[in-house]
């Protein structure tokens, strides 16, 4: 039977875990309310299901509480950011922080953010520029347990690589367009794992390299101590971005790429992260953007709806769609899941109690 948790008691439930793992109270209220607003936008993948592994991160020593960005170099719109592999959730908004103040002096900025430990659903950075008017652009790798195979291969070989594209709209709620370059986050596998469900089939390929269903496959090791993987979204061309974000993610930013074996004991999750934030208002398109903007997305929405569908969305609705239904009807957490967040809290010393 599902937990099913208000989001305020949920974000004091998980603060209370990251405080006795050693966080300060506004790095564990940061942390918490990142993770129950992935939970309220739909995304299970990056919300509370995380917690045990940074608990496990935490102790093993791969994620360091209470660490802050670090200016590596200031060249004004360029900007070189070490996240001391702190909370990706932390240091990624204060890496945010410094790059949005940069566009809004100098018309755009160039930001790369190296070691940060996990930094969630990378979405949550992208609301953050719109909010202020720019657009932003991110490019993120993954350095964890490779659990995506390259188009042509049969095993893990790097990460989920996200990318993500935020827009502001005049008049509208942004587009805000957040993806894995696999074809599912690697978290809904767990998800689905710990739910007991099959996924949709060509999502997978088992240890072998054979196409399954049992996401099982990619979140505990098989017969032979191997895992399976994750493809990549849209085949030759999903696998290409994943490169993309994987050598703009992690090679230009410093932060690492991922050529070496597996040790699935580490619990850890670096996050590199290349931002480009552009203000418009000084790019001298502004009103033609704003107009222009929306006049496509009208555009779109107002088109006949296909058989199966209520309405044509744009990138960020389904989020905007599950927060306004969740914070009434609460977070359900799978008890699976939930069992796991009752084993991380004990580690620290903390009864956690739906």
Known sequence: MQNTLQAPVLRAQVATVLIAAGSQPAEADAVAANLVMANLSG??????????????????????????????????????????RGYGQVVGEQAMALGM????????????????????????????????????????????????????????????????????????????????????????????????RRVEAGTLIDEQ??????????????????????????????????VACELLGGALTGSGTWHKPTDPAVRAVINGMLTILIDPAQLGTQAVFEQEAVAFVDWLRAGPVAPGFEAVQIAGDPERAYRAQRELEGIAVDPQTWQEIVVAGAKVGVNVQA
């Open 101 to 196: 103040a940069r566009a809004r002096t100098h018309g755009s900025c160039i930001m790369t953010l190296a070691n940060a430990h996990h930094l969630g659903r990378i979405g949550h950075f992208a609301e953050m520029a719109v909010a202020q008017g720019l657009v932003s652009l991110h490019f993120v790798n993954v350095l964890s347990r490779p659990v995506v195979a390259p188009f042509g291969g049969a095993d893990g070989r790097y990460g989920t690589n996200p990318c993500c594209i935020g827009m502001p709209l005049q008049g509208r709620e942004p587009f805000i367009l957040d993806f894995a370059t696999s074809r599912v986050a690697q978290g809904k596998m767990r998800v689905a794992h710990n739910e007991g």
């Open 209 to 242: 390299g054979r196409p399954t269903t049992d996401p099982g496959v990619v979140v505990v090791p098989q017969s032979n101590g191997l895992f399976g993987a994750l493809l990549a979204f849209g085949e030759h061309k999903g696998y290409g971005m994943a």
């Open 43 to 84: 995304h299970d993948s990056h919300g509370v299901g995380m917690l045990p592994r940074y608990v496990d991160a935490v102790l093993e020593g791969g994620l360091k509480p209470n660490n802050s960005v670090k200016i590596v170099l200031d060249a004004g719109s360029l900007l070189t950011l070490d996240g001391q």
